[in-house]
C-alpha cells in the first residue's frame, strides 16, 4: 500500500513538471539558501507516514518488500534534518528527530532492533550511530536521562563492531576486515566491504576528536584505514572500490565506486590530519579528495558513475547528500581544502536546485542533477541529496564539531554495547526477510553491472 502511494506521487510529478512552485534559490544569499532549505526539508518529511495509524516510529516506508526504504534511510534522514537543525537553527523537525533516534536504540541501547535483523548490516547500524555522532558535535538536546544518550549510543556500535565475531578472522588475507552483515545467516556475511570499513573509521576519527583526541580511537581508526588500503579497496589513482568476499580472500575486488564510500573516507581523514597534522593523513585526504572531483562530479555536478548511467537503486538514490555535507564537513576540518571543495558545491548545488521543478507541489526533486531537469520520479533520498547540497553552502568552514572539552554535553560509556551480540535467536525467517536478504545481494549485482556499463562508455 505505501509501495503504491509512492508511485502515485512519481505519476503526479511526471504530470506535474510545469508547475508553478519550480524550487528556486539565490546560492549567493544565506537567507534564500536557508529559505529554500525549508522548503526542500519540509517535502523531505513528507516521506515519512507518521500518521498513518500503527506506523513504526523512526522509519521510512520498507524495508522492501514492505516498502522502498532500508531501515538505514530512517537513520540517515534523521542525521540530515539534525544537520539541517543544526545550519538553520530552524528546530521545525527536532521532536521528530528525537523521538525516532530514541525509537530505534533496541533492547541493548546500541542501533540494532531485533526487528530489523534480516537486513541488519555493520554500515546499516552504523549510519544511525554517525547520526547520533552528529546530534553529540552539533550540542543537538540531549535524550532524557533515562533514555540511551548519543556519546554512549556511538560508543556502543563502535565497540561492538571492534569486536572479533564481526571481522575477518585472524590467519586470513583480509584479517580483521569488518564484515558486511552482522549475522552469520544473512547474505553478505562473507563480504568485507568498503562502506562497513569506512563508517567504522569515520566513527573511530570522530568519537576520537569529541573524546580530546583519545588515542585509542585513533589507533583503530588508523588501522582500519591502513588495511582496506592494503587490501586494494583504495586504489594507488584513488579509486575507492566497493569490496570483496572473504573466501575469495577479498581480491574478487567489486569495482563499483560508491561516493558515500569515498566521503566517509574523507571526512574521516579530515578529521584526523585536524588532530594529528601528520602530513600522512593530508597526503590521503589530498588523494582522495582529487579522486572524487574525478570521479564522482560532470562538470562540476554530483554523478554517481557506477549506476547513474544505468539503474541506481533506492539506496544508491541517497548518496548525493552524503558527498555534499561530508564534503561540506572536511572544508571545517581542513579549511586549506575550501578553496577546491566549495566552488563545485556551490556549481552541483546549483544544478540540483534546477531540477527540482516535480511532484503535486511543483517543486520536488529528482536523481539525475547533470541532465538540467527533473526525472519524474521523487522520493526520499531525492529530497535528502538537495538538503545536503544546500547545507554544504551554508556558513562554510565555520560550523566548528563541537567536543567533551568544547562545550559538548552527551554523556558517554566507554563501554557500551554487548560484547556477544550475534547470536541471538532469529524469530521465524518470513518471507519478507527472505526477499530482503534477496535484495540486499541484488544491490551488490546492480553495482557490478553498473560499474560495466560505466567502463563500457567510458
Ligand atoms: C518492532 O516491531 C513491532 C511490531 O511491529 C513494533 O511494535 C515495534 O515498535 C518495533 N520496534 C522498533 C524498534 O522498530
Ligand atoms: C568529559 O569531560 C568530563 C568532565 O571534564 C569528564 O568527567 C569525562 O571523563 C570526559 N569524557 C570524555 C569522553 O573524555
Ligand atoms: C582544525 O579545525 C579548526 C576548526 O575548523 C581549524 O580552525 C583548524 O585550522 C584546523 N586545523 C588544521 C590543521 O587545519
Ligand atoms: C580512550 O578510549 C578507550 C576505548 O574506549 C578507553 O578505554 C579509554 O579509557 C579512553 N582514554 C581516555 C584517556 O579517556
Redesign the pocket.
Known sequence: MLRSSTSLLAVLGLAAQTALGALQVNLDDQASIKAAAKLVAQDLVSFYPINTPGWTVGILPGPPPNGDYYWWQGGAMWGTLIDYWHHTDDSEFNDLISQAMIAQTGDDRDYMPRNWSASMGNDDQAFWAMSAMLAAETGYQDPPKDAPQWLSLVQAVFNEQTHAERRAPAGTQCEWGLRWQVYPSNNGFDYINTIANACYFNLGARLARYSNNNQTYIDLAERTYDLIKKIGYISTDWRVFDGGHLPNACKDINKAQFSYNAALLLQGSAFL??MT?SQKWKDELDGLLSGMLRDFFVDDVAYEPSCEPAVCNTDMKSFKGYLHRWMGSTM?????TQAKILPVLKKSAQAAVNQCTGGSNGRMCGFHWTSGQFDGEVGAGQQMNVLGALMSLITP?TD?PLTNATGGTSVGNFNAGSAQDVNVVFAPVTTGDKAGAGIATAILIAGALGAWTWMSLD
Open positions: 590530519y585536524n597534522e571545517v576540518m581542513a579549511p586549506y568552514g566548528i
